[in-house]
Protein backbone atom coordinates (compact mmCIF):
# COMPACT_ATOMS: atom_id res chain seq x y z
CA UNK A 1 0.00 0.00 0.00
CA UNK A 2 1.14 3.47 -1.23
CA UNK A 3 1.83 6.32 1.50
CA UNK A 4 2.98 8.98 1.09
CA UNK A 5 3.39 11.89 4.16
CA UNK A 6 3.99 15.50 4.04
CA UNK A 7 5.46 17.80 7.09
CA UNK A 8 7.02 20.84 7.89
CA UNK A 9 4.12 23.23 6.90
CA UNK A 10 4.20 25.95 9.59
CA UNK A 11 3.20 29.77 10.01
CA UNK A 12 6.03 32.22 8.95
CA UNK A 13 6.28 36.15 7.53
CA UNK A 14 7.38 37.09 4.55
CA UNK A 15 11.05 36.78 3.57
CA UNK A 16 10.99 33.71 6.09
CA UNK A 17 11.91 30.18 4.82
CA UNK A 18 10.58 26.60 5.61
CA UNK A 19 11.61 23.07 4.40
CA UNK A 20 8.73 20.41 3.57
CA UNK A 21 9.25 16.69 3.99
CA UNK A 22 7.38 13.91 2.46
CA UNK A 23 7.96 10.31 3.39
CA UNK A 24 7.09 7.92 0.58
CA UNK A 25 6.30 4.23 0.89
CA UNK A 26 4.92 1.53 -0.81
CA UNK A 27 6.00 3.14 -3.83
CA UNK A 28 9.13 2.92 -6.11
CA UNK A 29 9.55 6.45 -6.43
CA UNK A 30 12.85 6.38 -7.24
CA UNK A 31 11.93 5.00 -10.60
CA UNK A 32 9.01 7.95 -11.14
CA UNK A 33 8.62 11.13 -10.97
CA UNK A 34 7.71 12.67 -7.84
CA UNK A 35 6.54 16.41 -6.96
CA UNK A 36 5.29 18.99 -4.91
CA UNK A 37 1.56 20.61 -5.21
CA UNK A 38 -0.41 23.39 -3.41
CA UNK A 39 -3.85 24.66 -2.88
CA UNK A 40 -4.68 28.13 -1.87
CA UNK A 41 -8.59 28.57 -0.68
CA UNK A 42 -10.60 29.24 -3.56
CA UNK A 43 -8.69 28.41 -5.81
CA UNK A 44 -7.22 25.06 -8.31
CA UNK A 45 -4.81 23.01 -7.24
CA UNK A 46 -1.35 23.71 -8.70
CA UNK A 47 2.06 22.01 -9.92
CA UNK A 48 4.91 23.71 -7.94
CA UNK A 49 8.21 21.37 -8.67
CA UNK A 50 8.80 17.85 -9.79
CA UNK A 51 11.75 16.34 -9.38
CA UNK A 52 11.79 13.13 -12.19
CA UNK A 53 14.20 9.55 -11.81
CA UNK A 54 17.11 10.99 -13.93
CA UNK A 55 17.32 13.98 -12.01
CA UNK A 56 15.13 16.76 -14.50
CA UNK A 57 13.06 19.07 -12.34
CA UNK A 58 10.16 21.48 -13.28
CA UNK A 59 9.24 24.26 -11.69
CA UNK A 60 6.54 26.82 -11.47
CA UNK A 61 7.16 29.98 -13.00
CA UNK A 62 6.44 31.43 -9.40
CA UNK A 63 9.14 29.55 -7.58
CA UNK A 64 12.06 29.30 -10.11
CA UNK A 65 14.35 30.55 -7.67
CA UNK A 66 13.12 30.41 -3.82
CA UNK A 67 11.99 26.94 -4.03
CA UNK A 68 14.29 23.64 -4.14
CA UNK A 69 13.08 20.17 -5.03
CA UNK A 70 15.39 16.93 -3.78
CA UNK A 71 14.88 13.65 -2.49
CA UNK A 72 16.82 11.29 -0.38
CA UNK A 73 16.34 8.12 -1.80
CA UNK A 74 17.98 6.48 1.34
CA UNK A 75 15.04 7.76 3.38
CA UNK A 76 13.05 7.43 0.78
CA UNK A 77 11.69 11.51 1.70
CA UNK A 78 11.08 13.87 -1.13
CA UNK A 79 11.93 17.80 0.15
CA UNK A 80 10.68 21.18 -0.86
CA UNK A 81 12.63 23.89 0.77
CA UNK A 82 11.19 27.31 0.07
CA UNK A 83 13.15 30.16 0.77
CA UNK A 84 11.65 33.57 0.34
CA UNK A 85 8.49 33.05 1.39
CA UNK A 86 5.72 35.68 0.48
CA UNK A 87 2.41 35.94 1.49
CA UNK A 88 1.13 34.08 -2.02
CA UNK A 89 3.18 31.16 -1.36
CA UNK A 90 0.21 30.52 1.50
CA UNK A 91 -1.78 27.27 0.90
CA UNK A 92 -1.89 23.37 1.32
CA UNK A 93 1.15 21.77 0.08
CA UNK A 94 0.80 17.95 -1.15
CA UNK A 95 3.76 15.43 -2.83
CA UNK A 96 2.42 13.21 -4.82
CA UNK A 97 4.03 10.72 -7.42
CA UNK A 98 3.03 8.32 -10.08
CA UNK A 99 4.39 9.59 -13.61
CA UNK A 100 7.27 8.94 -15.05
CA UNK A 101 8.77 12.06 -16.82
CA UNK A 102 8.84 15.49 -14.33
CA UNK A 103 5.37 17.31 -15.07
CA UNK A 104 3.24 19.54 -12.94
CA UNK A 105 -0.07 18.00 -14.40
CA UNK A 106 -2.39 16.91 -11.95
CA UNK A 107 -3.72 14.54 -13.76
CA UNK A 108 -0.41 12.61 -14.23
CA UNK A 109 -0.33 11.64 -11.01
CA UNK A 110 -1.78 8.63 -9.47
CA UNK A 111 -0.34 8.62 -5.06
CA UNK A 112 -1.25 11.65 -3.11
CA UNK A 113 -0.21 12.63 0.39
CA UNK A 114 -2.62 14.47 2.61
CA UNK A 115 -1.23 17.75 3.00
CA UNK A 116 0.65 20.03 4.97
CA UNK A 117 -0.31 23.85 5.36
CA UNK A 118 1.74 26.20 4.76
CA UNK A 119 1.13 30.20 6.02
CA UNK A 120 3.02 32.85 5.19
CA UNK A 121 1.93 36.33 6.83
CA UNK A 122 3.21 39.73 5.47
Known amino acids: QVHLVESGGDSVQAGGFLRLSCEIS????????VAWFRQAPGKEREGVAA???????AYADSVKGRFTISKDNAKNTLYLQMNNLKPEDTAMYYC????????????????WGQGTQVTVSS
Open 51 to 57: LDSDGNT
Open 26 to 33: GFPYGSYC
Open 96 to 111: AGGTVIASLEESDFRY
